[in-house]
């Protein structure tokens, strides 16, 4: 089992997406991502997302907003828990980001760039409505087959 956290900042109707392209191995190559990674013992979810922020980007958020978690269940890989936030307040200058390149993408474009197909449902939701959401994605290999998104009342 894997826990991650994934952060969508926002500036100027953009988010700043992560073009993973540089990391060996990895299971995100060609993708666009944003900004995130896995737990460390010990942290919060909120914890994770500042510290994998601060590690990929440079900046400091100085608000965020947990939007949704998300489940990832596939034939080929762990099952990993996502927490998902978004923030809009942040400080700090954007540094080289050893994973891939980082880059702002307008809002309304971010589904049309290389994703996974569950990340552009759960971007398009995000952006949509401020509900809290919980999604189940089940993957066969990198094909979505089923999903299932639950909301909650604030």
Do not use: A
Not at 9 to 33: A, F, G, P, S, V
Not at 56 to 79: A, F, P
């Amino acid at each position: 089992m894997i826990l991650s956290t994934l952060c969508y900042i926002e500036k100027d109707e953009k988010y700043l997406m992560l073009h993973r392209t540089k990391k060996k191995n990895d299971i995100n190559k060609d993708k666009w991502l944003g900004i995130g990674g896995k737990f460390e013992e010990g942290e919060s979810p909120e914890e994770c997302m500042i510290r994998e922020v601060k590690e990929e980007t440079g900046l400091m958020l100085k608000n965020y907003q947990l939007r949704c978690i998300v489940t990832y269940v596939s034939t080929t890989w762990e099952t990993e828990y996502m927490y998902v936030f978004t923030s809009n307040e942040f400080e700090g200058n954007l540094i080289p980001c050893d994973e891939g390149d980082l880059q702002w993408i307008d809002k309304d474009k971010i589904t049309e760039l290389n994703t996974w197909e569950g990340d552009k449902i759960f971007v398009e939701k995000i952006q949509k409505d401020n509900s809290f959401f919980t999604v189940k994605f089940q993957y066969d290999g990198e094909k979505l087959v089923e999903y299932d998104l639950k909301e909650y009342i604030k």
